[in-house]
């Protein structure tokens, strides 16, 4: 009976926590996003006070260096983005036409060389070369406007719930308060676990903490990195927007696999549109890009970010998706971490059912520490041979 009540009111509480969420998620963004910066932020300020510095005035010190830096990306770098954000969504009717011209030449030519005779030897009457044109094309469009469905559904979504206004003034507000009183708080809600579960419970959170702490710390300056790399590498080479793209890429990048193949695909596309029929300035963009991709994969992520978030790469595609549906461009920013944090909780939640009474068939007492699994899975199949 003390299961069920301890099961049914962790339920019941779980499900007020989200009914709560659900109501007030227009207005959380900016709170989420302070959080984070207070978590992220709270290492430096403990520096800071191990410098001789109080609590207050290292939180100011982190607020004015904050503001510090976005006034000169406002100066440096906002106006430069805002001319080429303009440009591109000047010429973008341009570039998609000379694009389904180009397409449409790659077919006819495709057609004519090599599907066409293909076609025919195998006695396929219907797939001349218009035909398969046709196709391509139609399902060119097809693919094209679905991209632009999910891309639009994506940027209203967070549009609707994230204003610029929001973003500048209240998230570094809630952040500089959630950064002064961050331990209070935690000491807060530390103070309400149960006596005899803290024990564990600070086990769980400390597991969290790393897996948290690493991928948001790591992946942040892995983001900084591909930002700086993609927007003056695409800009040295000569590419349009490329200030634009790289930066933009570099911040999709905390949305795993997004902005490495939002970098890959639309430098593609507007190398060929911009150097047709040359292909030195594809060659060029595609350098820039790959060898970014090659520095994440192989030096900055195992160095920086490594396996902390110890999540399955199809349950990390899994919780992409699923976050991004319900909750649009907000959600894919924060899938990872939520993953990271449950699967923590599930690896728990396993070991504490390997030396369960249910899955030992006898007091855990008496049949001592559980085997590994796969020493268990050995002996099982050796018993039965």
Known sequence: ????????????????????????????????????????????????????????????????????????????????????????????????????????????????????????????????????????????????????????????????????????????????????????????????????????????????????AGFLRGQSLVCLFLGLWYGLGLSLVGLNFGLLIGLSAGLLSFIPYVGSLAALVISAIVAIVQDWPHWQLFAMAMGVVLAGQFLESNILSPKLVGDKVGVHPVWLIFALFAFGSLLGFLGLMIAVPFAAAVGVLLRFAVRRYRTSEFYLGMPAWLAGPPPPPGIAAKKQIESRS
């Open 1 to 212: 009976m003390r299961i069920g009540w301890h099961i049914a009111f962790w339920l019941g509480a779980a499900a007020i926590l989200l009914l709560l969420l659900w109501l007030c998620w227009p207005i959380l963004p900016p709170f989420i996003i302070a959080l984070a910066l207070g978590y992220l932020l709270d290492p430096v300020a403990s520096w800071l006070q191990r410098l001789g510095l109080g609590r207050l005035m290292a939180a100011l010190m982190i607020l004015a260096a904050f503001m510090i830096v976005l006034v000169l990306l406002f100066i440096l770098v906002f106006p430069i983005l805002g001319h080429q954000l303009s440009s591109f969504i000047q010429q973008l009717p341009e570039t998609l036409n000379k694009l389904q011209s180009l397409l449409e030449q790659a077919g006819n030519w495709a057609g004519q060389q090599y599907v066409g005779p293909v076609m025919k030897r195998l006695g396929l009457a219907g797939g001349s070369a218009p035909d398969i044109r046709s196709n391509v094309e139609s399902l060119v469009g097809d693919a094209a406007r679905t991209a632009g469905a999910f891309l639009n559904s994506l940027v209203m979504r967070g549009a609707a719930v994230i204003s610029v206004v929001s973003l500048l003034i209240i998230t570094p507000v809630v952040a500089f308060y959630v950064l002064l009183d961050w331990h209070k708080m935690m000491a807060a809600v530390d103070s309400l676990i149960p006596l005899r579960h803290r024990e564990t419970a600070h086990q769980l959170l400390h597991e969290i903490d790393v897996a948290l």
